[in-house]
T-cell receptor, first 115, second 112 residues
């Protein structure tokens, strides 16, 4: 089955620890994204990558880092510099057509709780 | 960034048609309008996308007037499983790469 997988589904960490969230896609999509969602809120863009070995900061990149060494993978590290990391994290991928259409496909999400 | 405004919440009953309107006064010429559906603790799911006039698929219809400053998502004969948050998005073409801006969405509650 084609799709996007995120692991783990639930993650608990102690304050001050770095944690890496996994995101893998087998849709052969060029672009990948990371969003953060807080309760009752919409999604906010953390980082995005249009191609391998290239990524750009989104609206709330502080305290996060990413890498894009493979087309299929776009891991997100939540560092100790992120002041309020407890949230629901969503990964997405798409193949921008350049014509204005850009359908993003989302993974199931990882709920991170920092204790 | 082209912002969108949509109602915070809507209530409906099973079997009714639901229309959710979204305002996007600053939509750019090349922007498309996209609607997503999100269930609790899940990732959003693409519903429908359009540029102008009317688009219909097996799930919904999207009506876009000529001035494109608003759009209406129409869900025919909703069921309890349509209870979800619906997001209206307009593509941001400033960087030549579309960044989607999610607002708080419309929380639809379908009752028996």
């Amino acid at each position: 089955d084609g799709g996007i997988t995120q692991s783990p589904k639930y993650l608990f960490r102690k304050e001050g620890q770095n944690v890496t969230l996994s995101c893998e896609q087998n849709l052969n999509h060029d672009a990948m994204y990371w969003y953060r969602q807080d309760p009752g809120q919409g999604l906010r863009l953390i980082y995005y990558s249009q191609i391998v070995n290239d990524f750009q900061k989104g609206d709330i990149a502080e305290g996060y880092s990413v890498s894009r060494e493979k087309k299929e993978s776009f891991p997100l590290t939540v560092t100790s510099a992120q002041k309020n990391p407890t949230a629901f994290y969503l990964c997405a991928s798409s193949t921008p057509t350049g014509g204005g259409e850009d359908t993003q496909y989302f993974g199931p999400g990882t709920r991170l709780t920092v204790l | 960034l082209a912002k969108t405004t949509q109602p915070i919440s809507m209530d409906s009953y099973e079997g009714q048609e639901v229309n959710i309107t979204c305002s996007h006064n600053n939509i750019a010429t090349n922007d498309y309008i996209t609607w997503y559906q999100q269930f609790p603790s899940q990732g959003p799911r693409f519903i429908i996308q359009g540029y102008k006039t009317k688009v219909t698929n097996e799930v919904a219809s999207l009506f876009i007037p000529a001035d494109r400053k608003s759009s209406t998502l129409s869900l025919p004969r909703v069921s309890l499983s349509d209870t979800a948050v619906y997001y209206c998005l307009v593509g941001d073409r400033n960087t030549g790469f579309q960044k989607l801006v999610f607002g708080t969405g419309t929380r639809l509650l379908v009752s028996p």
